[in-house]
């Protein structure tokens, strides 16, 4: 199915952007024996990126709002549509010139997630999903991983930063996940984990406290690839909540399962 002028324009737009990314991530190793860290650099290339991103989608789609993580909501005099941006999802990764970070772009219509675009700019893969028309990556059709057993599946996690709430939960939770899967993966960027098992390179994923920019993209990506997106422990929206598990329609409770036990284990 040909892409949407949506979908069009936001491809043109990450793909502007990811150029000054490609760029900035080859300069970060000369930064990386500097005493002072990457930190501020790290920083400028995420407010640039997304500053190409909001000029660009503007361009096109003037009366768009937009929901960004460096800039935050900017409302349009269009209400039913805004874009959803995470310029950099995965900044450590970046900083420490890993390559596993990606820029992510969704769109929003009427608080429904109806295009998404995650591309790792160093790989070169893009992913791209539209709702009710299947989920891609470079212009392959994806399907999430038809595994059913829970002791086969790969399950990607993410770890709370230092010092942030939740800490005794999700150690009681990887203990468990553990025990019962074939492994778990932190790879560092949600985007990514959630385009991985849209990819069915990942049977599951799961991760709390992330934001709407984190999720956007991917809830849709995993979605149109057929597999499933959950909150943790209710039946809410994950975008709200911050809370996912993405798995196929075998895999997700059972995973949940797995967290809810863990609740009991440390007792809350
Ligand atoms: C990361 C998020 C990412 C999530 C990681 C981590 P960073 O933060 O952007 O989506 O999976 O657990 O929280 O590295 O960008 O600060």
Redesign the pocket.
């Known amino acids: 199915m040909a892409a949407s002028p949506s979908m069009t324009i936001m491809i043109a737009a990450v793909r502007k952007a990811a150029r000054g990314v490609q760029r900035d991530f080859g300069e970060l190793s000369n930064l990386q024996v500097s005493v002072k860290g990457p930190g501020d650099y790290v920083t400028a290339a995420d407010k640039r990126c997304e500053k190409v991103l909001r000029t660009e989608l503007e361009k096109a789609r003037p009366g768009y709002g937009f929901l960004m993580?460096e800039s935050g909501a900017v409302k349009g005099s269009d209400p039913d549509h805004r874009f959803i941006i995470?310029p950099?999802?995965?900044?450590?990764?970046?900083?420490h010139s890993l390559p596993l970070?990606a820029i992510s772009v969704a769109l929003e219509r009427k608080n429904e997630i109806v295009a998404a675009v995650t591309y790792n700019p160093i790989s070169d893969e893009l992913f791209t999903a539209e709702k009710g028309a299947g989920a891609f990556l470079n212009n392959k059709r994806l399907r999430v991983a038809n595994r059913t057993d829970i002791h086969e599946a790969l399950v990607g996690c993410?770890?709370?930063?230092r010092g942030s709430e939740g800490q005794a939960e999700h150690r009681a939770e990887l203990a468990l996940l553990q025990a019962k899967t074939i492994g778990l993966r932190?790879?560092?960027?949600?985007?990514?984990?959630l385009a991985f098992v849209a990819a069915g390179r990942l049977d599951a994923f799961w991760?709390r406290?992330?934001?709407p920019w984190?999720?956007a993209a991917g809830v849709l990506l995993v979605r149109e690839a057929g597999g499933f997106t959950s909150d943790c422990d209710t039946d809410a929206n994950p975008l709200q909540t911050g809370n996912i598990i993405a798995a196929n329609a075998d895999l997700l409770p059972l995973i949940k399962k797995e967290l809810a036990a863990a609740k009991k284990v440390i007792g809350a």
């Open positions: 993580e995470d950099i999802d995965g900044t450590t990764n970046f900083m970070f993410g770890i709370p930063h932190r790879l560092g960027s949600a985007t990514l984990d991760e406290n992330l934001h984190d999720l």
